[in-house]
C-alpha cells in the first residue's frame, strides 16, 4: 500500500490549549487519520494558549485536507495557516544565475566586457572551436521541452513542463557541477522544434530532450544528431536504458544468470521502453520480447510506426503473438514502462525460477512490489520508498559530464554501455544483494565514475573516427 510521502508534506501552524494533553491529542489526530508527523516545534507559549507548527507527510492533497480537518475538530485548537512545503520550494524557482567573477573595479570590468571581450570575440570569429573554450558552452546544457508528455501527466504544455526542467537543472548542477538551463518552447510542431534548437545550439555544449511525446521524439532526436556538433541526449530513451541495463546486470549477478541464456520481456514500446531495447540488444540477451497495449509486438502486426517496425524486426524471432500475461511465461526477466496494475503475483509465478522483475511506471507500477516479491528473487521499481529505485538521476548528470569534458559531439551507444557499466560497477561485490542492485542516487561516487567511463570512450571513438 502507498505510504505518506514528503511529495504532499505539510506544515500547519495551529493554537492550542496549553494543557499536558496537547502534544498528544495533535499527534493522535493525525495518526487517526493516517498521517505520519516528520517535526513538531512550539513557536509561542501564553498563559492561554501554545502556538505550534506541525509537519506531516501525507498521501495527496485530499489527505492533506483531511489531516487538516481533523486537527480543527479537537476542542480549542484553531488552524491559523496550511503550507505546501512543495509548493513552497517551487516559489521564485529552484534555479538561478551568478557571475563566476569578481566585478569590483573598473579593470575587471574592462577584461569581463568592453573593451577586452572584443579580443575574445575575435579569436572565436577565427576559431569557432575556441567556443567551447571560452564561453559557457563549455559547461552547459540545455535542458529541451516541448511540454508534451511530462511525467506521467501527459501533454500540459511548456509553462506546466517548466517547473520539471528547472528541477532537472538543479540535480545536473547538484550532481556533476554542470550548467544546465531550460528550454521550454511553445510549439509541438516537430519541424519547428528541430529548426529551434538548432538556432540555439551555439550557446551550448549539449542538448537533453525531455518530456516530448513519442514518436516524434526519435526523430527530433535523430534529426538533431545529424545537425548539430554537439551531443543529443534523450533522457527518457538513453538515460532510462542506461540505469535499467545497469541494474539488470547486477539483478543477473545477484540470480546467476547470463543475460545471453535469459528470455526478457519489456512491456511498453514507447520511448523508454524502445530505447531499453536497443541498447539491450547491443548485450546480445537469448530473446526479447515486446509488449504493448495491444499485445505481443510481432512482425506480422499491422499498422505498425516506423520505431515499432524496428522493434518487430529485432525482437520476437519466433514470431510469438499473444497477451502480456503469455509473455511472461517462463520469461526470466520482466520489465516495465508502461501503465499500473497489468498483472499479479499469480503471473510471476508463471515465470521461470529466480525471476527479475522490473516495475517501473511511476507512481504506480505494473505490479504491486510487494506481490511481486512472493515468487520474483529480484525486484525494482521507479519508486523511492521501495528498495532497487531505478532512477535517471543515477545516469544523465555523469553522462553529460563526461561529454562535456571529452567535448564530444554525438552520443554512442558505446558511451551508453559505458556508462551503465559504470552505474553497476559502484556496487561491488560485498554491497550486491538482492535489495541492493543500483546505488544510492546520493552516492557521491556514481556521477564521477559514470563522467570517467564516458569520456574515455567518447574520447576513444573520436580517436578512432579522425
Known sequence: MPVPGPGYSITVRLEAPPSASAAGDLASAIGKVGGV??????????TDRIVVDITCNALSEGHARDITEELERLPGVVVRKISDRTFLIHLGGKIEIRAKIALKNRDDLSRAYTPGVARICQAIAENPDDARRLTIKRNTVAVVTDG???????????AAALPVMEGKAALFKKFADVDAWPVCLDTQDTEEIIRTVA???PVYGGINLEDIAAPRCFEIEARLREQLDIPVFHDDQHGTAIVVTAALRNALRVV????????????GVGAAGSAIIRLLLQR????VIAVDVDGIVHAGRPNMDDNMAWVAAHTNRAGTTGSLHDALVGADVFIGVSAPNLFGAEQVATMAPRAVVFALANPDPEIDPLEAQRYAAVVAT???DYPNQ?????AFPG??????????RTVTDEMLLAAADAIADVVDDERLNASFIVPSVFDSAVAPAVADCVRRAATAQHTISM
Open 399 to 408: 553522462v553529460f559530464r563526461g561529454l562535456l569534458d571529452a567535448q564530444a
Open 256 to 267: 546467476g544468470k547470463s543475460l545471453a541464456n535469459c528470455r526478457v520481456v519489456v512491456c
Open 382 to 384: 521507479g519508486r523511492s
Open 199 to 201: 538556432l540555439l545550439a
Open 37 to 46: 508527523i516528520t517535526a513538531f516545534d512550539v513557536v509561542e507559549s501564553h
Open 390 to 394: 531505478i532512477n535517471n538521476v543515477l
Open 284 to 287: 546480445g540477451p537469448g530473446e
Open 148 to 158: 508534451s508528455a511530462v511525467l506521467g501527466l501527459g501533454n500540459l504544455g511548456p
